[in-house]
C-alpha cells in the first residue's frame, strides 16, 4: 500500500477515484500482480469512473426531477399506451439533444407523461447534458417575479444554458398576457441549440387556441412544435394500474 504522504498527494491533485481504488484491498490485491502498465491502466480507469458518478450526481440534483427514480429500464410497455420502442430507443441515444430538438409528450391525467419526461431527463444526465424540471405554472410564476427584482434576464440567460429544459404541466392553467410574452423570451433564446420537453393534457393541435393570441401563438409554436418529436400516449390511467395490481 502506498503511504499517507503520497495519497495526500494524490488528494491534493482531486484524483480521488485513485484514492478509493488504491484503499480498495480488494482492488490491491488483484493488482498486485499485473504488469505496471496494467495497475496504471486500472487506476486511471477507477478515477474516470469516479469522475463520471460525481458529474451523474451533480447533474440529477441540479435536475430536481419530480420523479427521481424514473428511468427509461422500468418503461411500461403496454400497448395500450401506444408508446414506440423505436421512438424511445432513438431518443435514449440523445442526438436530439445533440441537435437542440424538443419533444412533446401529450396525454390524459395519469398516463404517465411526468414520469416519461423524468426518464428522458435521467437518461440525458447519464450522456452528461444539464437538465432542468419545472412544472409551467411556477416556471411562469419565477419569471414573473423576476421582472420585479430585475433578476429577469440573469434568469433567461441561465435557463438559454441548459441543454435541456422540462416544463411539465403545460396548459393546465389560463394564460396571462405577460406569461406569453415570457414564454417567447424564454423559447426564443433556445430555439435552434438547445431542447425543450414539454408535457401537458392538451393536445398540441389545442396550444394555439389555449395561447390566446394569433400573432405570439403563431411566434411560440414555431419555435416548439415544427421538427419536434410528438409522444401522444394513450390508455388508462398508470396511477389506477398501479393501484389495481
Request: charged fraction near 25%; glycine fraction near 8%; include cysteine.
Amino acid at each position: 500500500m502506498l503511504n499517507e504522504h503520497t495519497l495526500n498527494q494524490l488528494r491534493a491533485l482531486r484524483l480521488d477515484g485513485m484514492v478509493a481504488a488504491l484503499n480498495d484491498a480488494a482492488t490491491h490485491i488483484a493488482a498486485s500482480e499485473l504488469p505496471f502498465e496494467q495497475r496504471l491502466a486500472l487506476l486511471v480507469q477507477r478515477e474516470v469512473d469516479w469522475r463520471d458518478s460525481k458529474r451523474l450526481e451533480r447533474l440529477l440534483k441540479a435536475a430536481r426531477l419530480k420523479v427521481a427514480g424514473a428511468c427509461l429500464e422500468d418503461i411500461d410497455w403496454r400497448g395500450s399506451r401506444s408508446l414506440s420502442r423505436e421512438v424511445i430507443t432513438s431518443l435514449a441515444g440523445g442526438d436530439w439533444l445533440r441537435h437542440g430538438h424538443n419533444v412533446l409528450l401529450t396525454g390524459a391525467t395519469g398516463c404517465g407523461k411526468t414520469w416519461l419526461a423524468c426518464a428522458l431527463g435521467q437518461q440525458a444526465a447519464r450522456l452528461g447534458f444539464s437538465v432542468l424540471y419545472a412544472r409551467a405554472p411556477r416556471l411562469l410564476e419565477e419569471l414573473h417575479v423576476a421582472h420585479g427584482d430585475g433578476s429577469f434576464g440573469k434568469r433567461l440567460a441561465q435557463l438559454a444554458r441548459l441543454d435541456l429544459l422540462i416544463i411539465d404541466d403545460f396548459g393546465i392553467a389560463p394564460i396571462a398576457a405577460h406569461e406569453r410574452n415570457d414564454l417567447l423570451e424564454l423559447l426564443d433564446d433556445r430555439v435552434g441549440t438547445r431542447s425543450t420537453l414539454i408535457t401537458s393534457q392538451l393536445p398540441v393541435m389545442a396550444w394555439h387556441a389555449w395561447l390566446d393570441e394569433p400573432t405570439l401563438a403563431d411566434a411560440i409554436l414555431d419555435r416548439i412544435v415544427h421538427g419536434s418529436h410528438k409522444i401522444a400516449l394513450k390508455g388508462e390511467s398508470m396511477r389506477k394500474l398501479s393501484k389495481a395490481a
